[in-house]
């Protein structure tokens, strides 16, 4: 019921491409949908977020879908460039949890020069 | 010194010795957690503070345990690990307890139990 399920594991893509990280949940009272970027070397820093009240959100290359009925989001990327090579996390929390954030899994994402 | 800090970066440690892992966050916030992330996994709270106060501990082994003296300061102490608890503890801070607030996170203690 709190899992949140995050594919791919890892994603390449070439320089100029669109990077898609998709992520499913269960739990419908998730109202809060942010998506981390962690460097190596680094702690994990909040790159966008969404509430299911819009479908989507976009901040330069960055986009989340959400799609409230099949539970899903994904985040895109937009012309794709190597220093967006990180690894990415979709977490979900609900108001009430408080501070529990629910996270994916991860995707490392590899751009390629 | 801004963000949330951690030291030690890196830590190697024997499974008799005793360690402690120290966070300190600049941002003025009131709650500070606990994670440990490991390869693969997604990542998992360990402890949750708000205004000094533990208000989660989800099911951590008593190995480890937290010490929140101040705000600002959030310490995680440990003994008689086990290999299997080699992983990067991550401290996190936000200004409050809720989804709505923005977790910082620091860059963390890469921890190795021989």
């Known amino acids: 019921q709190q899992q949140v399920k995050q594919s791919p594991q890892s994603l390449i893509v070439q320089k100029g491409g669109i990077s898609i990280i998709n992520c499913a949940y269960e739990?419908?009272?998730?109202?809060?949908f942010p998506w981390y970027q962690q460097f190596p070397g680094k702690g994990p820093a909040l790159l966008i977020a969404?509430?299911?009240?819009?479908s989507e959100k976009k901040e330069g290359r960055f986009t989340i879908s959400f799609n409230k009925s099949a539970k899903q989001f994904s985040l895109h990327i937009m012309d794709s460039q190597p220093g967006d090579s990180a690894t990415y996390f979709c977490?979900?929390?609900?108001?009430?949890?408080?501070?529990?954030?629910?996270f994916g899994e991860g995707t490392q994402l590899t751009v390629n020069p | 010194e801004t963000g949330v800090t951690q030291t030690p970066r890196h830590l190697v440690m024997g499974m008799t010795n005793k360690k402690s892992l120290k966070c300190e966050q600049h941002?003025?916030?009131?709650?500070m957690y606990w994670y440990k992330q490991s390869a693969k996994k997604p990542l998992e709270l360990m402890f949750v503070?708000?205004?000094?106060?533990?208000?989660e501990n989800n099911s951590v082994p008593s190995r480890f345990s937290p010490e929140c003296p101040n705000s600002s300061h959030l310490f995680l102490h440990l003994h008689t690990l086990q290999p299997e608890d080699s992983a990067l503890y991550l401290c996190?801070?936000?200004?409050?307890?809720?989804?709505?607030?923005?977790?910082?996170f620091g860059p963390g203690t890469r921890l190795t139990v021989l």
């Open positions: 969404i509430r299911p009240d819009v």
């Open positions: 739990n419908t009272a998730f109202d809060y």
């Open positions: 503070y708000n205004f000094k106060e533990q208000t």
């Open positions: 996190a801070s936000s200004r409050g307890l809720a989804g709505k607030y923005e977790q910082f």
């Open positions: 977490a979900a929390s609900t108001e009430t949890s408080g501070s529990r954030l629910t």
């Open positions: 941002l003025g916030h009131n709650a």
